[in-house]
């Protein structure tokens, strides 16, 4: 059952391309999943079971499978509008954010596996297939930033407090791209190659998206390269929205040690199918090389809900800061945070105008669970 579970991520993908297969308003079930998965996700009890799963092939099919499949997406869209001259405004605004929801979930988890293993063929394939959300250099800053500088204020995908979802996605996608390029760069400059040498990951980027921009060409011409850019150009921003409330307002004194209280974890069953563990947050980030069905649910964890909950909550600023956020981390400050961790939530909370909340639970050691 542990390996027949991570199958689920490539049915959702097959009833979208069954849906782009169909035509006319079946384009609509790729995004129609995500409403449909968070409801179920949301009633679901949490999954604290640790897979029973051996690393090799078997294991690893489906992360192969969910990736691949969602580039090939972006094919079958090309394809529908090639036939689809009469789609209208809503099916073509359907079909872009069925492609758009596709290249998050599951490919961004899927991505983000593949990338942090060994093997130049699982890093070349993660690297790449994030063509699809317009960011084959994601994981320059990813490994190398924002696994060293997590909960700091030098890691982009790390919101600070009172900051909204609309405020949050631009600034990171703007800082993470300029990080990412930053660092090959220095490192290049180390190497003794020019900053903007022709090994620069940023050329092969380029180069990756004209060859599927090319592809997409032949089979539909520029209407469907303008479908496939737009579905491209949101998930991207889709993406950042998913780091928003996986790392919201953790706080850690840059160079202090990393652990496993400085991340969320999110253990409803779907997201963590779905996101091939990647909401299984705190192990990872104490060992990124671990393979996803290896990653232990943290037991001493501030609850939070399905990461479809968070997303939709994010969406109304007010709700996800009173009802969700700031609940979790009134007891992460309380419970978790160092004496330095919490003097810096003290100014981060006086800076967005929260509560001054801290000490309302005596006794309770600071990093006590770190």
């Not at 009633?43 to 499978?65: E, H, S, Y």
Request: with cysteine; charged share 15%.
């Amino acid at each position: 059952m542990d390996y027949l579970r991570y199958y689920i991520p490539m049915l959702v993908q097959i009833a979208a391309y069954a849906g782009f297969y169909v035509g006319g308003n079946g384009v609509f079930v790729g995004i129609a999943s995500l409403p449909l998965l968070g409801l179920i996700d949301s009633v679901l009890p949490n999954d604290m079971q640790t897979r029973k799963m051996k690393p090799g092939f078997v294991a690893d099919l489906p992360v192969w499978i969910s990736t691949i499949m969602a580039v090939g997406l972006y094919f079958m869209a090309a394809r529908w509008f090639a036939v689809a001259p009469n789609a209208t405004p809503m099916q073509i605004a359907g079909a872009i954010l069925s492609c758009a929801w596709m290249s998050v979930v599951p490919l961004v988890p899927a991505a983000h596996e593949l990338y942090h293993q060994r093997g130049k063929v699982r890093r070349f394939v993660g690297q790449y297939s994030q063509v699809c959300y317009l960011d084959c250099t994601r994981e320059i800053a990813h490994v190398t930033g924002h696994h060293l500088d997590v909960a700091t204020t030098l890691d982009s995908d790390t919101a600070k407090r009172g900051t909204s979802l609309y405020a949050f996605t631009p600034k990171a996608v703007v800082q993470s791209t300029r990080d990412a390029w930053r660092m090959e760069s220095d490192n290049l400059e180390k190497q003794g190659y020019g900053r903007w040498s022709i090994r620069h990951r940023l050329w092969k980027a380029i180069l990756a998206q004209v060859i599927v921009q090319a592809i997409v060409y032949q089979i539909g011409g520029w209407p469907s390269v303008a479908l496939v850019l737009a579905g491209m150009v949101g998930a991207r921003f889709w993406v950042e929205s998913f780091n928003y409330f996986q790392h919201y307002g953790l706080i850690r004194a840059e160079g202090g040690a990393i652990s496993r209280r400085h991340v969320w974890n999110h253990f409803k069953p779907l997201s963590r199918i779905m996101g091939f563990e990647i909401t299984n947050h705190a192990d990872h980030h104490t060992d990124s090389f671990a393979r996803f069905h290896e990653l232990r649910p943290d037991r001493q964890w501030i609850p939070m809900p399905s990461v479809f909950v968070c997303f939709f909550s994010a969406l109304i600023p007010p709700l996800w800061h009173n009802l969700i956020i700031k609940p979790a981390l009134k007891r992460w400050d309380n419970e978790l945070a160092t004496p330095e961790e919490r003097e810096m939530a003290k100014a981060q909370n006086k800076a967005a105008g929260w509560p001054d909340w801290f000490g309302e639970k005596a006794g309770v050691g600071a990093g006590a669970a770190a």
